[in-house]
């Protein structure tokens, strides 16, 4: 530690930038508060600037939400305009985003920590029944998605993912619209 009380603050910087890019680390600002607040420093300037950097940079780190990422499919030539869910198990609470017609990846920001499941509505009506009778469509995440969609996916309920505080959950297709055990919107 002698290297950190004889240099400068900004070399001091630099060299707590060189050690965190040589590692890896899951919350970068944390590790270099951590690392910076065990070196001496000098001056009542230096202690102010890191203090303040410190409230800043923690703040970064205690995220209380996550992101999830995916894509919708169709079973047609064109994707329509639909509306996409995710409900959170243990609360109840939904979460919508719209999606423009042939759109197919899409992003849900701030969405807080549990278990969800995913599933779409579409817009307009776009299904006759054998009554004649017009009807929207409904799609989800289900276990047959990963399965491969196939006849021998028997189970067409929604599978359970997880989004964790500060990351993203990835892969969420909502492309069963054949069979999905649907929930309700409301």
Not at 103 to 126: C, H, L, R
Not at 155 to 169: A, E, I
Request: aromatic share 10%; proline share 4%.
């Amino acid at each position: 530690m002698l290297i950190f009380s004889r240099s400068s603050f900004s070399e001091r910087t630099q060299l707590l930038s060189l050690i965190l890019k040589k590692n890896s680390f899951n919350c970068v600002p944390c590790t270099y508060i951590k690392l910076v607040s065990a070196i001496k420093i000098p001056t009542m300037k230096n202690l102010f600037i890191l203090l303040s950097l410190s409230s800043i940079l923690m703040a970064s780190c205690s995220s209380t939400s996550g992101t999830v990422k995916g894509t919708v499919c169709y079973p047609a030539e064109y994707i329509p305009a639909m509306i996409v869910y995710l409900k959170n198990k243990e609360t109840g609470k939904i979460y919508s985003l719209d999606i423009k017609e042939n759109q197919k990846p899409f992003k849900f920001k701030k969405i807080p920590s549990g278990n969800y499941i995913a599933f779409a509505y579409t817009v307009q009506e776009d299904l006759t029944d054998a009554k004649d009778k017009s009807m929207i469509t409904s799609g989800g995440y289900t276990h047959a998605v990963p399965c491969g969609l196939t006849v021998e996916c028997k189970d067409h309920s929604l599978l359970v993912f997880k989004v964790q505080n500060g990351k993203s959950t990835k892969n969420i297709q909502i492309c069963d619209w054949f069979g999905a055990i649907m929930q309700d919107r409301k």
